[in-house]
């Protein structure tokens, strides 16, 4: 099987696409911020698994991690970008580091993997999935500075897909609607506890990154019960 590249692969989504990706066959290079929940995961899926800490919003870090993840196990088939941070409450009382923190780990972040991904691979026969979640659809309150980082990325990659129109590297926004993980802890505006499984939004994913013989998934909503 072949070589996927799963970033924000420590926790929530992007965790159960690796263990998704690895129970079907495949080896993933992980990519996360924070080294120690990806070694835990490397300890337990063994030599199918590439962890590599790195910081996404730094162009230069991705390139090396890129180059990593290439000696390693070739061109991937996929690249699914997960990574991102939410800080949420009334936009008077965010911080400057909480607004930067989320235009660099959501939008910059998609922008380098983005551009390092078309150098590489944009005349294969790839895809880049990108992970933005409903707030790239709709306002919502307590969420405004995360809501503009995903209407940013889903800006970016709208016109990144007419760029690329007629080469064969394949684009797929997907659009969860509210992922039950630690990425809600501390956040009061939300009860996170009737949203959807990362487990089984992966296993959606998986299966909608498979292209048929005669079509292919643009764009996915995930909503939940």
């Known amino acids: 099987m072949s070589m996927q590249i799963v970033t924000g692969a420590g926790s929530g989504l992007g965790r159960a696409l ?37 910081e ?44 930067e923190a989320m235009l660099n780990s959501n939008l910059y972040s998609t922008i380098w993997v983005a551009q390092e991904v078309v150098r590489r691979w944009g005349d294969r026969e790839a895809v880049l999935a990108n992970v933005l979640s409903s707030a790239a659809q709709t306002g919502k309150a307590h969420e405004a500075v995360y809501c503009a980082t995903k209407w940013g990325m889903r800006g970016f ?31 009061d505006h939300v009860d996170s506890s009737g949203f959807m499984a990362p487990e089984e939004a992966a296993a959606y994913i998986v299966d909608a990154l498979s292209a048929k013989s005669s079509c292919y998934v643009i764009e996915m909503s995930i909503g939940r019960f």
């Open 56 to 99: 996404l919003s730094d162009p230069q870090a991705v390139h090396q991690a890129f180059d990593y993840a290439e000696a390693w196990g070739g061109a991937p088939q996929w690249v699914v970008h997960c990574a991102g941070v939410g800080q949420f409450g009334a936009l008077s009382g965010l911080s400057r580091e909480a607004v």
């Open 157 to 187: 990659l709208e016109s990144m897909r007419a760029e690329l129109k007629g080469q064969p590297l394949r684009l797929v926004n997907l659009y969860p609607s509210g992922i039950r993980s630690a990425f809600w802890a501390g956040s």
């Open 18 to 54: 690796t263990l998704k990706l690895v129970a079907d066959g495949h080896r993933v290079a992980m990519m996360g911020r924070t080294p120690e929940k990806l070694a835990a995961l490397a300890e337990s899926l063994g030599d199918r698994v590439l962890p590599i800490s790195v």
